[in-house]
């Protein structure tokens, strides 16, 4: 399972990791809840050829059409650049290739050459995984030593109306003024959303997500997700 996985993982990867940290200022355990939630470690990369994928949605599929095609248009010029054979690459039905299921896009603008070989593998090579999932989380913008999320308490019946999702509306101030209370006293500077955690049989948990929780977001838009990713973090 993914719980025992991980720490394997970490074992065997700690020297990249610790690196990838210095580097790029994102923690270990994020950058393996990211590989984890993805691929469960690379258990589970996508058997689909990249290019069919691709295409099939590019020009049969129901929406964001273009976003494919461009997607699409990436991948040949990835293929072109590297010298990866486009009709070998393997990944998700969407699309998304590798340990860290990147879109074409992505592989060629975040991924780097972490293992110094001079070719940037992201199937075959954990230690490029390890640094390109660090290198994207710093490229929109992680803020290396705060806290992307903390608990918040909102006070009973004002639930509903408080709850933003992706939204960050809120200034710290604001929710306090509202009968917020937070977990924490020191918070990270900036706006913050605030996100309902539904619990079957119990009553939810609501976060308030800071920079990081949105740089998480724009991995893959959904707070389920970035709250996912933390939680195995």
Known sequence: SPRDAGPQYWETYDGQLQRAEQE???PAEVILGIIGVETAFGQNTGSFRVVDSLTT???DGHRRQEYFRDELKELLLLAHE???DPLALKGSYAGAMG????MPSSYRRY???FDGDRVVDLAGSAADAIGSVASYLRAFGWTTGEPPTV??????????????????IYSVTQLRGQGAKFSSSSLPRGLCSVIELPAPGKRSKYLAGFTNFAVIIQYNR???YAAAVLELA
């Open 24 to 26: 790029f200022g994102v």
């Open 57 to 59: 949605i590019a020009f």
């Open 82 to 84: 590297t010298g990866i």
């Open 99 to 102: 340990l860290p299921q990147f």
């Open 111 to 113: 991924a780097v050459d």
């Open 151 to 168: 608990s918040v308490q909102l006070p009973s019946g004002k639930e509903a109306e408080l709850v933003t999702g992706l939204q960050r």
């Open 222 to 224: 959904s707070t389920f």
